[in-house]
């Protein structure tokens, strides 16, 4: 059982920082006993830490030291760039069988919290779609909801050049309909990742996107891929 979280340190997010200035094993391999104290070891306590507020709170996401982390190694079969290591640390907490996650991301400048429906399937944009287009008041409703809109500003993503086919250019909710994701994130401090209130805030978090959350399961339910 990992550790009781107590914070990330800055001394961790120096770590990243200097892996990012010297992504190569000749760096790394000497210093992966200090990766996994400082950034993996703190990231599964976190994730416990999670799991026990998303049980308390009935927040309909999961958080699982063993999966939820990212693996610190990349994937560069199909990739120009070789780098062997990602230069962040970063942590997904999916839906019970699927659907819309939550997602904690850790990178010198660059930290946030955020979820959603990120590259879904083309099904599942279509019924997103259908969605907008016969319940626009209610798909409104829940992004303008003032907690959610309070704590992440608006649901956002990339967007298709053109609607799509058999939508109007004109389109009252044209800037939903070309979402390629459905996604939102809030951008948090040095300060609150390195406090052992980071539990707190994130699960603050969550329970505020709960009625963006509900609409997103409307359209990628549980067994359905994220």
Not at 7 to 14: K, M, N, R, V
Not at 133 to 151: G, H, K, L, Q, T
């Amino acid at each position: 059982m990992p550790a009781r979280f107590e914070g990330f340190s800055p001394d961790a997010i120096a770590f990243l920082a200097e892996l990012a200035a010297n992504n190569d094993r000749a760096w790394f391999t000497p210093r992966k006993a200090e990766y996994e104290r400082l950034l993996k070891r703190p990231m599964e306590a976190l994730c416990v830490a999670l799991a026990e507020r998303f049980a308390a709170h009935g927040i309909a996401l999961t958080a699982d030291p063993a999966r939820s982390p990212f693996r610190i190694y990349r994937d560069t079969r199909f990739s120009r760039d070789k780098s062997p290591y990602k230069t962040a640390a970063s942590a997904r907490f999916p839906a019970p069988g699927g659907g819309p996650s939550g997602y904690f991301h850790l990178e010198p400048g660059e930290i946030y919290a955020g979820g959603g429906l990120y590259r879904p399937d083309p099904s599942v944009l279509v019924t997103w779609r259908a969605l907008v287009a016969s319940e626009p008041a209610a798909v409104r409703a829940a992004i303008a909801d003032p907690v959610f809109v309070a704590a992440f500003g608006e649901l956002h993503g990339d967007r298709f050049k053109r609607m799509p086919a058999g939508s109007a250019k004109d389109h009252p909710d044209a800037d939903l309909l070309v979402l390629k994701d459905l996604i939102f994130a809030r951008r948090l401090a040095d300060d609150d990742v390195l406090s052992p209130s980071l539990p707190d805030i994130l699960t603050d978090l969550y329970a505020a996107a709960a009625p963006v959350m509900a609409l997103l399961r409307r359209v990628a339910p549980p067994a359905t891929r994220s």
